[in-house]
């Protein structure tokens, strides 16, 4: 059965990458959350999306240009309002959290514009400090940071992002060690999940927000989807599956 990850917390309901937004998606039983991460000037794993702050807080700046003091100053409630002050958490903040559920969690390492230094290794030894490594599924844009973390950790599963189709995309994933695809949604098709599955690697397309393609991704059989209302995508998935 596919997994429904909550992509960035409930973002289409809730401010993405927030607490509030990832207590949602446990709320409402979503299968994993997905947050993006990125270092704080003082070298704290902070959680959020964009390299600047200008788009999902009040305030304006490189988040690599921040100590993580600075960044918590910050409110980060995005276009929900009325869910009052949600400061940017920091990855040590959700790993705790994750502690009591059983979320899966796909992190998402955002150094492909900004080349954080040790990154990985500090993703890495959080992970490690919560004993996660069986719940954690590390991706990112930038494939050498996969090979990275798959050098570091073989033991915890790693997934290339990309936006465009590829040709044969196994034969390069597995030279990364990688164990999933998460391509942009409208590359996928049928014949290309079962190409995938039959060379033993997962497909998790994202972003669907759109009933008939997350039903259309559901009869594909893929893995997984990340979509923004994952409350929505659990009726769907059921109703799907219930028609298969």
């Known amino acids: 059965m596919a997994h ?17 937004s ?19 000037k003082d070298g704290v794993v902070v959680v959020i999306h964009d390299e600047t702050v200008n788009r999902t807080t009040d305030g304006t700046g490189w988040v690599g240009q921040m100590t993580y003091r600075q960044l918590r100053k910050l409110n ?3 276009e929900f309002k009325q869910y009052g002050f949600c400061p940017i958490p920091s990855l040590q903040e959700v790993l705790e959290w994750v502690q009591g559920n059983s979320l899966l969690i796909n992190i998402e390492l955002k150094n492909n514009l900004v080349p954080y230094e040790r990154l990985e290794e500090k993703t890495i030894e959080l992970v490690e400090r919560y004993r996660l490594a069986s719940r954690v ?30 040709h044969q995309p196994w034969n390069y994933a597995h030279t990364l060690r990688a164990l999933a695809l998460h391509p942009y949604h409208p590359t996928v098709d049928r014949s290309f999940v079962e190409a995938a599955h039959a060379n033993d690697l997962l497909v998790r397309p994202f972003t669907i927000n759109k009933e008939e393609r997350m039903k259309t991704m559901f009869q594909y059989k893929v893995n997984g989807i990340f979509t923004d209302f994952p409350e929505k995508a659990k009726h769907i998935r059921e109703k799907t599956l219930r028609s298969l």
């Open 22 to 40: 990832f207590m949602e998606a446990e709320r409402v039983q979503a299968d994993g959350i997905e947050l993006d991460v990125q270092l704080a």
């Open 137 to 166: 599924i590390f991706s990112s844009f930038n494939h050498e940071s996969m090979a990275t973390c798959r050098t570091l950790a073989p033991h915890i599963e790693t997934a290339l992002l990309y936006m465009e189709k590829l």
């Open 76 to 78: 980060a409630n995005y």
């Open 4 to 20: 429904i990850f909550a992509h960035r917390g409930s973002a289409g309901t809730h401010p993405e990458n927030t607490m509030v």
